[in-house]
């Protein structure tokens, strides 16, 4: 069994390789193994590019040796037909006869169907190797098949006695309380995740542009929430640079059909009840995997009060405010603590 685990870490650690790339697809990387030694590996690096099982196979050189190996994946290989073909009817029709497989893949149309296409092919199967490591890489992935809703994400900064923001903001000078160096690992963040939201007063108030602008990465979708759409027309969300969905009343997102905007969608949700549910469900529905709720202190603790959450970062910053808008409240448990930014970064997740 060792030596299945060692090769499922090596799996997961060329699966990584394609983070933030990959979307919709989850996260994969192979090997091959004959006689104890890698002679061919791969993993899925793009939506629509070849998965992480065809690159494995077809980086090794001398395939007259696949019938006697053994392939390592740290994801059921799919059994049907999307923008490519079946990673399982790949390794059946090269003869490999091993397969150890690192989880089950929970989308609907591969769910265990892989595996048995491999069983049945006569293939010795071994599933569920290093399985909390392989679930927790796709954690986004597996959150959005598994529960209908995307991976999320709270994130914010407080001053060392606990502020969120000043009662009172000087409209010339933006207040920051993390410094540059945290402000672009949030930039990286975003790079990493597929949405991005932020409440009414936080867009009216900052007026943030919501991009990865001090990062190279693809722009997460922007989600607004704005139900009486009080948000100027000259603020940066409004641009139609990036893919804005604004959360609206019934009634304002059925006006706003009648003038269709590129790159900005608006869809109704009840603001009276279930809000964060609500939420949830329209980014579901725009196939948004992860999002990152960037505040502002009601739209934050409104997610944590309903228990909608996954993980939180929070920035603790050394400015002191002593009075103003309180931080979020949150219980959850510390999964890493770190002030390589010069802020305190506590990381929790919600178990």
């Known amino acids: 069994m060792k030596i299945h685990e060692k090769y499922i870490k090596r799996c ?62 740290s994801l059921e290989p799919c059994s049907h037909y999307g923008k490519t073909p079946p990673c399982s009817d790949l390794i059946i029709a090269k003869g490999i006869k091993k397969v150890v497989i690192g989880t089950v893949d929970p989308f609907a149309e591969v769910a265990g169907r892989g595996i048995k296409k491999l069983m049945d092919a006569g293939c010795e199967v071994a599933v569920g190797i290093e399985e909390q490591e392989c679930r927790e890489l796709n954690k986004r992935f597996f959150t959005f098949h598994q529960k209908q809703r995307p991976y999320i994400i709270l994130k914010w900064a407080q001053t060392a006695d606990g502020f969120i923001a000043p009662s009172a903001k000087n409209e010339r000078e933006p207040v920051w309380i993390s410094n540059s160096r945290s402000k ?73 059909k009648e003038n269709p905007t590129e790159n900005l969608i608006f869809e109704p949700v009840n603001f009276e009840e279930n809000l964060a549910a ?14 990152i709720i960037e505040g502002g202190a009601k739209t934050l603790q409104t997610f944590i009060d309903d228990g909608l959450w996954d993980e939180a970062r929070i920035f603790t910053g050394k400015t002191v405010f002593k009075s103003g808008i309180p931080a979020p409240q949150l219980t959850g448990n510390l999964k890493e603590e770190t002030c390589k930014t010069g802020d305190n970064l506590k990381i929790y997740i919600n178990d």
């Not at 409004?238 to 006006?255: H, Y």
């Open 184 to 256: 672009q690992l949030v930039h990286k963040w975003r790079a990493e995740e597929q949405a991005i939201l932020a409440g009414t007063n936080t867009v009216v108030a900052d007026n943030p542009k919501l991009n990865t602008r001090l990062w190279s990465g693809t722009n997460p979708t922007r989600i607004i929430l704005d139900r009486n759409l009080r948000i100027p027309q000259k603020s940066a969300v409004l641009d139609g640079s990036i893919k804005t969905v604004i959360l609206t009343d019934s009634l304002n997102a059925e006006a706003a």
């Open 278 to 291: 609500a939420i949830c469900k329209v980014l579901y529905k725009h196939d948004l995997q992860s999002v």
């Open 12 to 73: 997961i650690g060329l699966a990584r390789n394609g983070f933030g790339n990959t979307y919709p697809n989850p996260m994969v990387g192979s090997v091959v193994v004959h006689n104890n030694k890698i002679i061919g590996e791969g993993w899925h690096q793009k939506a629509g590019l070849p998965h992480a099982e065809v690159n494995a196979i077809n980086s090794v050189k001398d395939q007259s040796l696949l019938q006697e190996s053994t392939i390592y994946v």
